[in-house]
């Protein structure tokens, strides 16, 4: 395992997470010897300094690209530097650095390994994702985990221009990546309750709405973009 994860990085999406990047980044070093990345989306607190002081390298954006722009970021990063496996993780303590050889060894059979944990999902996310799953066909349990891993076709794909104008990581890259023939598969993995702060999707009914009509009409384009594709 030791040689393998020479060439797996981790990346870390973060804004104003100065409370528990750093503590975030312990637990990972303490579980794997892997590339650790923070990318900062244009945080205002100490987010920076502290994940520089706990040991990660830190992509510092000028201006906030919100959650997919900053994990695009650290994909092309990883491109760059030839990196085999990108492993994406929370910044805010939700996701157990205990899954991340899980998702190792998972992501030897397939393209993409999400660590899902559905039942965390509230009333609301739950209507969400069966609206989601009709929509698009994706029939996962968990759509919004932000705790997957990527292997060299996965990363190719998600750092090309079709991948640019996508606002989220969840649906929008899983049907990119279901048009595409990449396999995806989903681990069980446990969370932490989120330590600080809550969801900027669905903090409320109004967020949620704004998120599904958004999301909707993206998985309705991507869906029918994929089904002419298939048919040529």
């Given at each position: 395992?030791?040689?393998?994860?020479?060439?797996?990085?981790?990346?870390?999406?973060?804004?104003?997470?100065?409370?528990?990047?750093?503590?975030?980044?312990?637990?990972?070093?303490?579980?794997?010897?892997?590339?650790?990345?923070?990318?900062?989306?244009?945080?205002?607190?100490?987010?920076?300094?502290?994940?520089r002081?706990?040991?990660?390298?830190?992509?510092?954006?000028?201006?906030?690209?919100?959650?997919?722009?900053?994990?695009?970021?650290?994909?092309?990063?990883?491109?760059?530097?030839?990196?085999?496996?990108?492993?994406?993780?929370?910044?805010?303590?939700?996701?157990?650095?205990?899954?991340?050889?899980?998702?190792?060894?998972?992501?030897?059979?397939?393209?993409?390994?999400?660590?899902?944990?559905?039942?965390?999902?509230?009333?609301?996310?739950?209507?969400?994702?069966?609206?989601?799953?009709?929509?698009?066909?994706?029939?996962?349990?968990?759509?919004?985990?932000?705790?997957?891993?990527?292997?060299?076709?996965?990363?190719?794909?998600?750092?090309?221009?079709?991948?640019?104008l996508?606002?989220?990581?969840?649906?929008?890259?899983?049907?990119?990546?279901?048009?595409?023939?990449?396999?995806?598969?989903?681990?069980?993995?446990?969370?932490?309750?989120?330590?600080?702060?809550?969801?900027?999707?669905?903090?409320?009914?109004?967020?949620?709405?704004?998120?599904?009509?958004?999301?909707?009409?993206?998985c309705?384009?991507?869906?029918?973009?994929?089904?002419?594709?298939?048919?040529?």
């Amino acid at each position: 395992m030791e040689s393998s994860c020479n060439s797996v990085i981790i990346l870390i999406p973060a804004k104003n997470e100065v409370q528990t990047v750093g503590k975030v980044i312990t637990e990972i070093k303490s579980k794997l010897s892997a590339t650790i990345v923070v990318i900062d989306d244009a945080s205002t607190d100490g987010t920076i300094n502290i994940a520089r002081s706990a040991g990660a390298t830190v992509l510092s954006l000028p201006f906030s690209l919100g959650a997919w722009g900053a994990i695009q970021t650290g994909l092309r990063y990883a491109a760059k530097y030839n990196f085999k496996i990108a492993i994406t993780m929370d910044a805010d303590g939700q996701h157990e650095a205990d899954s991340l050889p899980i998702l190792l060894d998972a992501i030897q059979q397939c393209d993409v390994v999400i660590g899902a944990y559905p039942q965390r999902g509230s009333l609301s996310r739950q209507v969400a994702w069966q609206i989601f799953r009709k929509l698009s066909g994706i029939n996962l349990e968990d759509l919004t985990s932000g705790l997957r891993a990527y292997n060299n076709k996965a990363i190719e794909l998600l750092t090309s221009k079709s991948a640019i104008l996508l606002d989220y990581q969840d649906m929008g890259v899983l049907i990119l990546l279901h048009t595409a023939g990449l396999q995806v598969i989903e681990v069980p993995t446990l969370m932490y309750p989120r330590s600080n702060g809550h969801s900027r999707i669905f903090n409320s009914w109004l967020a949620v709405i704004k998120y599904m009509l958004c999301t909707g009409i993206l998985c309705l384009a991507h869906g029918n973009y994929g089904k002419k594709c298939r048919i040529k």
